[in-house]
């Protein structure tokens, strides 16, 4: 893990120029936008089910190429919760992640959430992404590839032949892609939304916008705000992507750190034998998990949940610690008790909306930078990081993000990021966010000297805004309503402790599964323990 260098500015200047090689210049000007003509939201919309009602939907035709504004036209999908209070700061965009996250439920997730001093001074907007959900073209490509009908492939391959076998699947996803949306995948990267956010600045009528993103939405704000400094009022990061690692090396990063983040949960789990059962410490955790992950390979659960299925459900685990408690019972009743049914529950399909997500997800990190195309790079690089010890998402996460080793068009150049002069902003990071490393919110912060870093120390959740710590909420309060960012300081400008993790008593009742099957990290408190934020790579 890096450590944090103490002259932040000249750090930040050194930083950028490193980085600028190979990285694409300032998106061009976006034309004039019609304003957004906003009715109220369907009370079951076809998406997001009765989660807009009470809110105003509204649509915006932005240009396919942006290059081209009286070509192809495209539509993003938006919704709006208006400010009531008589002081009005602004229009806040709303962005949970991904790349090829959702977001048009989110204002009344953030209006929730908030204190009403704060909550009533915005208008909050939310829109699902191009290509995303109820924006339209939305993209879906083989389905098969995340859900055949039966328990994938494990998902560690046993020898160059099970290997293979993934690998053509990848590229059947990649080439199917292609296929359908050939045209549109050129403009399917950060930054064509880099242009689709100032789109939706214009024609909101705002001649500034805040923002509030997660996880990848940190990378597509930076951007914004390194292409656009002047147009950013206020700006909120959190769980941030480190941009010098975007997006194969970052992949890479993530498989150590999920390593630590599995042990963690490993251990709290033997920390609490005494409820589950599983041994008294991390490594016999460790070996039950495994052994259970064998069995499924012969014998999956109901005739769906494999070893491949089991990793996912776990995943969520490094994310977050919200599940913990469900999922350690669940393993403990399959591997102690021998019952299968709490287990098998935990791991749902992806619906058509975690399929789109999947697809944007590849569409996006596939087009936004370059990924190695000969396939011995990444066969190396998963066997040599797998053989050193990261063996729980090493190879889940290669084969979710293999089609880019035969997507459709070449990644790159990156948007650049980072500005001396751009705006201040406040990121937020857990130090043992797995997702995104906290040398990612170090580079960032470094890339814009005015920015200011609250950390948690020793949190592991992806997503720590509005979740409850006092500590890291009085600071986004305190900028969300005064503009007050903390002192400045050498290293991180405020250090929160992280809270505990959670009490290993299991409630009785009904489990309930995760939404979708992979990628679903949880965050801020309004999101119900069932229905976590999705994440990014």
């Known amino acids: 893990m890096l450590s944090y260098p103490p002259q932040r500015k000249a ?14 210049a300032a998106p061009g000007p976006v034309h004039a936008a019609p304003a957004i003509a906003w009715k109220p939201c369907p009370a079951k919309d076809p998406i997001e089910g009765a989660s807009l009602k009470g809110m105003e939907c509204g649509t915006l035709a932005v240009p396919l190429d942006h290059d ?3 070509g192809r036209r495209i539509t993003l999908a938006l919704t709006r919760v208006k400010h009531t209070g008589p002081k009005f700061r602004g229009a806040v965009l709303l962005n949970r992640g991904g790349p090829g996250a959702h977001g048009r439920d989110l204002p009344a997730l953030f209006t929730k959430a908030l204190p009403k001093e704060v909550a009533q001074t915005y208008d909050w907007i939310g829109f699902d992404p191009r290509g995303v959900a109820a924006s339209d073209p939305s993209l879906v490509c083989d389905v098969t590839y995340m859900d055949p009908g039966r328990p994938r492939a494990d998902s560690t391959p046993r020898d160059r032949k099970e290997e293979a076998a993934w690998r053509a699947k990848a590229k059947a996803f990649a080439d199917d892609c292609a296929k359908k949306y050939g045209d549109v995948l050129p403009h399917m990267g950060t930054a064509s939304s880099i242009r689709d956010l100032e789109a939706i600045r214009v024609a909101l009528g705002r001649k ?3 923002y509030f993103g997660f996880s990848y ?4 704000g930076a951007a914004y705000a390194t292409a656009h400094p002047d147009k950013v009022r ?3 990061l959190d769980s941030v992507v480190r941009p010098s690692g975007v997006w194969y090396p970052s992949n890479l990063d993530q498989n150590v750190a999920f390593e630590r983040r599995i042990q963690s949960f490993f251990g709290w789990v033997a920390a609490n034998h005494s409820v589950f059962g599983l041994g008294t410490s991390a490594e016999a955790v460790e070996k039950a998990f495994y052994g259970a992950r064998e069995a499924l390979r012969s014998k999956p659960i109901g005739g769906k949940v494999g070893p491949t299925e089991l990793d996912d459900v776990f995943l969520t685990d490094g994310y977050s610690t919200f599940r913990w408690r469900t999922h350690a019972q669940a393993l403990a009743d399959y591997v102690v008790r021998k019952d299968p049914k709490a287990l098998g ?9 975690g399929q789109n997500n999947y697809t944007m997800y590849a569409a996006t990190q596939c087009r936004d930078a370059e990924w190695p195309r000969t ?3 990444w066969h190396a690089d998963s066997t040599r990081l797998y053989e050193a010890g990261n063996r729980f998402e090493t190879w889940n996460n290669t084969w979710y993000n293999a089609p880019c080793a035969f997507w459709g068009v070449r990644g790159g150049p990156r948007p650049r990021v980072g500005d001396p002069k751009g705006p201040g902003m406040l990121l937020v990071q857990a130090t043992e966010d797995a997702a995104t490393p906290y040398p990612g919110a170090l580079e960032m912060h470094g890339l814009f000297p005015a920015s200011r870093l609250v950390v948690q120390r020793g949190g592991g959740n992806h997503g720590v805004s509005l979740a409850g710590d006092r500590c890291v909420d009085a600071a986004v309060l305190a900028y969300l309503r005064d503009a007050a960012l903390p002192a400045d300081q050498a290293g991180p400008d405020v250090v929160c402790q992280a809270p505990p993790p959670p009490k290993a008593t299991v409630k009785t009742g009904p489990k309930t599964p995760a939404k979708s099957a992979r990628r679903l990290p949880s965050g801020p408190v ?12």
């Open 11 to 24: 750090v930040g200047l050194a930083i950028g120029a490193v980085l600028a090689a190979g990285l694409v």
């Open 68 to 70: 081209r504004p009286d």
């Open 208 to 210: 500034q916008i805040n």
């Open 217 to 220: 939405g940190t990378y597509l």
């Open 234 to 236: 206020r700006m909120v």
């Open 345 to 353: 529950a935990q791991w749902q399909p992806p619906d058509r909306l």
């Open 375 to 377: 396939w011995s790079v």
């Open 526 to 537: 309004p999101i119900p323990a069932n229905a976590p934020w999705p994440g990014t790579s």
